[in-house]
């Protein structure tokens, strides 16, 4: 499967744990990117990276969240001292950005938070 | 502040029928336009829209753009059970090789037989 894919697709955890989400994009894509969707809305946007740069970051990434992209490989998400509120799905999404135009961004399955 | 407006919200048909789904936004430095169909997973890309009155299709689905009244529409005919999903309208706006997506909250179709 050459798509993007997620680890894990669903995580359970108490509130106050710490919680890593790992993406892995389409291997020829330069740019990944995360976004958090409730029930009842469309997806919205957290943070990406161009190749292992973080290049911009939502109001919404509080303090308690932290991504990485070391090699601009795969990526992960981490969320420190849950909340109830984090419950959500994680999507990743990779595209490719060439010199002249950007392309689509595909979305991998998912990590389903539910913080209890 | 950047928005994406869809419309309805929700849509119930009978297989056979046409839906038109729309979408209205308000952002600075248009880029594109995307349409994504989402069942219980991932949104699954559809359609991209950079140019005015050019329609996009692929099979039963179409879509247009409008870049001076600022919406597009998604054309579904002969509707059937499989179409049943979240259709979500996502814009890219924003500086060099543009930025994150915008979506709107979505149109959900049921399409009963």
């Known amino acids: 499967d050459t798509g993007v894919s997620q680890d894990p697709r669903h995580k359970i955890t108490k509130r106050g744990q710490n919680v890593t989400f790992r993406c892995d994009p389409i291997?020829?894509?330069?740019?990944l990117y995360w976004y958090r969707q409730t029930l009842g809305q469309g997806p919205e946007f957290l943070t990406y990276?161009?190749?292992?740069?973080?290049?911009?970051k939502s109001r919404l990434l509080s303090d308690r969240f932290s991504a990485e992209r070391p090699k601009g490989s795969f990526s992960t998400l981490e969320i420190q001292r849950t909340e109830q509120g984090d419950s959500a799905m994680y999507l990743c999404?990779?595209?490719?950005?060439?010199?002249?135009?950007?392309?689509?961004?595909?979305f991998g399955p998912g990590t389903r938070l539910t913080v209890t | 502040e950047d928005k994406v407006v869809q419309s309805p919200l929700s849509l119930v048909v009978h297989e056979g029928d046409t839906v038109t789904l729309n979408c209205s936004y308000e952002?600075?430095?248009?880029?594109?336009l995307l349409w994504y169909k989402q069942e219980k997973k991932a949104p699954t890309f559809l359609f991209m829209l950079?140019?005015?009155?050019i329609e996009k299709k692929s099979g039963r689905l179409s879509s247009i753009l409008d870049k001076k009244e600022l919406f597009s529409i998604l054309n579904i005919t002969a509707t059937q059970t499989g179409d049943s999903a979240i259709y979500l309208c996502?814009?890219?706006?924003?500086?060099?090789?543009?930025?994150?997506?915008?979506f709107g909250k979505g149109t959900t179709l049921s399409v009963s037989s």
């Open positions: 999404a990779s595209s490719f950005i060439g010199r002249a135009r950007g392309y689509e961004q595909y």
């Open positions: 291997s020829e894509h330069n740019r």
């Open positions: 990276f161009q190749n292992e740069a973080q290049l911009e």
């Open positions: 952002v600075t430095n248009f880029r594109s």
């Open positions: 950079t140019s005015s009155g």
């Open positions: 996502a814009v890219e706006a924003g500086g060099q090789a543009g930025t994150a997506l915008i």
